[in-house]
């Protein structure tokens, strides 16, 4: 008799090859050397993964388009694609077309657009374009995309030394409108926007400033204003002056990052002020007025640091998270009041600066890709007061998996499942899947693929949706598509007719394709999809068509306890194999099909029942493994049918 081991769960996903000598782990024995096509479920098993629905075909060119969620109420939400100066919106529900809007955005540029929503109103940034406020009408047809007008901009002074100019006001009134001047040729039209403040050498500096608004530019020497807080005088030396432009603009650039955050709109990392966020006041998204200081006020501050860095992402979540190229930061809120232009303060964290994929929130902590693009970090509270922050990597276990990733989302909160999942699309169009419960110990990461490549995720409420480019009759095509585990195909299509039916048309978008067919429970012959249908030789009702993927789970090699210590490097022989499976069929162990047809309770002219068991495996002859020393399972499937692999145990010579 030979020795019995069991691997109860595939926890923390499939092992990187570098790590297969470490059998001294606890978590070795929790892996798996090859999970594909299939997620970890919390519970510890790992499932066939979900399959997508065609939703439409987008005309964008390849690569260049991107996705995002508009939510306007809870149950009426839309898709987002952006593609050369285009927005399409698409309604969840339905998955239908149901606007097409002209948008600045050209196809080159729309991948690093972000967004960020409160309500019925979502904010569109991108570096080298003034930002745009995209709100839902009265129905699904009408929408309003425009540039944003700001109240009040938020001002800098680019230029800085003015110590040699002479400025003179026309009026020092309050609520005047007058002209500013300078003695010297200083003004430009980036000027209109801007703000003058200036106080006498003599003033008491307790008291106000004075504050006034640049309206319109004259000259060189002379532009317009109006007087939001009276002066003292008419006549200031640029010493004692402040003059400044926007912040943003076509000259400095607009921001590249957004984020609403305690009743303010946040943005940051312009061109030109990349280190800067600014908010707005309190309650008023478009005015940046610094005003006086007051507590609703809009807030102005720079990460000072000794290197540089440029803001990429804003994520609001217990406290406001700044992540840049070189690393995070936060402003501490230590008595939990809001944040104020009087008591912000902004604290470097133990980080790495990120890429340009916006981090997301799973499992109560944030997920970023890190600078470099080959590890995933979860940026997470170590002190109760959320003053300190960590980033552990999510990712070590299972590095090989990361590919210089251009896109994530979270799926949480499903009706349908009782998981969440983060979706990472790889550069070279593989989807990396991660499940994690840090509750639990659950650390799961797995591989999925396609007869295509995944390009962009977003999550719209419940459900992820992707754009993927798939080639269909030798031509690129660029696919909207969305996961579920109600189909087991991918770019499939699902219906339902009212009477049973051999002819199954609307099937355009695999034209030339060979297709899987499942129908009320069966899997059908194969079909080649001729003017956009096919002929089925069953009369179904319930038919489900799309492109083949094939799951694989291949077990960790196995390690046996001896007591003259590991076997890690000693041949091994697998005698008998135990495969748990939960509600299952047409499962193949090794290449051998375990059956499924139980004659005594089989009712004819229906599918076969899924089956939970533990089914028993001898192994007879040589199967081209024989003795070694890293012994594996094989553990896959031919049809699209239901797989769920709880645990798997062996008898083992060593």
Not at 308 to 313: A, D, L
Not at 498 to 503: A, E, K, L, N, R
Not at 541 to 557: A, D, S
Request: charged share 20%; hydrophobic share 40%.
């Amino acid at each position: 008799m030979g020795i019995f081991v069991i691997q109860n769960d595939f926890t923390h996903g499939e092992l990187d090859p570098r790590l297969y000598s470490r059998t001294d782990i606890e978590l070795y024995h929790k892996t798996g050397k090859r999970l594909r096509n299939v997620v970890v479920l919390p519970q510890g098993g790992a499932r066939r993964r979900f399959g997508t629905v065609y939703a439409a075909t987008s005309d964008a060119i390849s690569g260049q388009y991107n996705i995002k969620p508009f939510v306007y109420q809870e149950g009426i939400s839309y898709v987002l694609v952006f593609t050369d100066e285009l927005l399409k919106i698409y309604k969840k529900s339905t998955n239908t077309l149901v606007a097409t809007i002209v948008a600045p955005w050209v196809a080159a540029d729309v991948a690093n657009i972000k967004v960020t929503q409160t309500f019925n109103q979502m904010i569109i940034v991108h570096p080298d374009y003034q930002p745009y406020d995209l709100k839902r009408g009265a129905n699904d047809a009408t929408w309003t995309l425009a540039a944003i007008t700001f109240k009040v901009f938020p001002a800098y002074n680019f230029k800085n030394n003015f110590d040699a100019i002479t400025f003179t006001l026309g009026s020092a009134a309050y609520g005047a409108t007058t002209t500013l001047t300078s003695s010297s040729a200083l003004f430009s039209a980036d000027y209109v926007g801007g703000i003058f403040i200036a106080q006498g050498a003599g003033d008491d500096f307790e008291v106000q400033p004075g504050v006034a608004r640049i309206t319109a530019f004259n000259s060189s020497t002379s532009v317009n204003v109006t007087i939001i807080s009276a002066f003292s005088g008419t006549t200031y030396l640029g010493v004692n002056s402040f003059l400044g432009e926007p912040a943003w603009s076509d000259t400095f650039g607009w921001p590249q990052t957004c984020a609403f955050y305690e009743g303010r709109l946040w943005f940051g990392g312009a061109k030109s002020l990349p280190e800067t966020m600014f908010g707005s006041a309190s309650n008023d998204y478009y005015n940046f007025d610094i005003g006086t200081g007051e507590a609703d006020d809009a807030i102005q501050v720079t990460l000072a640091t000794s290197s540089i860095n440029v803001i990429k992402g804003l994520v609001s979540s217990e406290v406001l998270q700044i992540f840049t190229g070189s690393g995070a930061f936060i402003p501490p809120q230590l008595d939990e009041s809001p944040l104020t232009p009087n008591n912000i303060s902004i604290r470097r964290q133990p980080s790495n600066g990120i890429t340009e994929v916006d981090p997301v929130i799973l499992d109560n902590r944030t997920i970023y890709v890190a600078k470099g693009g080959k590890r995933v970090l979860g940026f997470t509270p170590v002190t109760d007061n959320g003053v300190r922050y960590s980033s552990p990597d999510v990712g070590i276990i299972s590095a090989h998996l990361i590919r210089n990733p251009i896109d994530m989302a979270v799926l949480q909160n499903s009706d349908r499942d009782d998981a969440s999942y983060l979706f990472l699309v790889n550069g070279d169009g593989t989807l990396a899947v991660y499940q994690s419960l840090d509750e639990q110990n659950v650390s799961a990461w797995s591989l999925q693929d396609t007869d295509g490549l995944f390009k962009r995720v977003t999550a719209v409420e419940d459900t992820i949706y992707a754009i993927i480019e798939r080639t269909i009759n030798g031509e690129t095509v660029t696919y909207l598509e969305y996961f579920t585990f109600d189909v087991y195909t991918d770019s499939a299509k699902k219906v339902t007719f009212g009477s049973p039916t051999t002819i199954i048309t609307g099937l355009e978008h695999l034209e030339g394709e060979e297709v899987r067919v499942r129908a009320d429970g069966f899997v059908l012959a194969n079909r080649i999809v001729v003017d956009g249908q096919i002929t089925i030789e069953r009369a179904s009702i319930n038919v489900e068509v799309g492109l083949n993927w094939i799951p694989l789970i291949e077990t960790i090699p196995v390690d046996v306890p001896l007591p003259q210590g590991p076997s890690t490097y000693l041949l091994k022989r697998v005698v008998r194999y135990f495969i748990d499976f939960y509600q299952s069929l047409g499962i193949y162990v090794d290449g051998t099909l375990i059956p499924y047809l139980d004659f005594g309770d089989m009712v004819l002219d229906q599918p076969p029942q899924v089956q939970s068991r533990i089914y028993e495996f001898k192994k007879i002859g040589d199967d081209g493994k024989g003795w070694q020393r890293r012994q594996t399972c094989t553990i896959t499937q031919q049809d699209p049918l239901d797989m769920t692999i709880l645990g798997v145990g062996y008898e083992v010579e060593v």
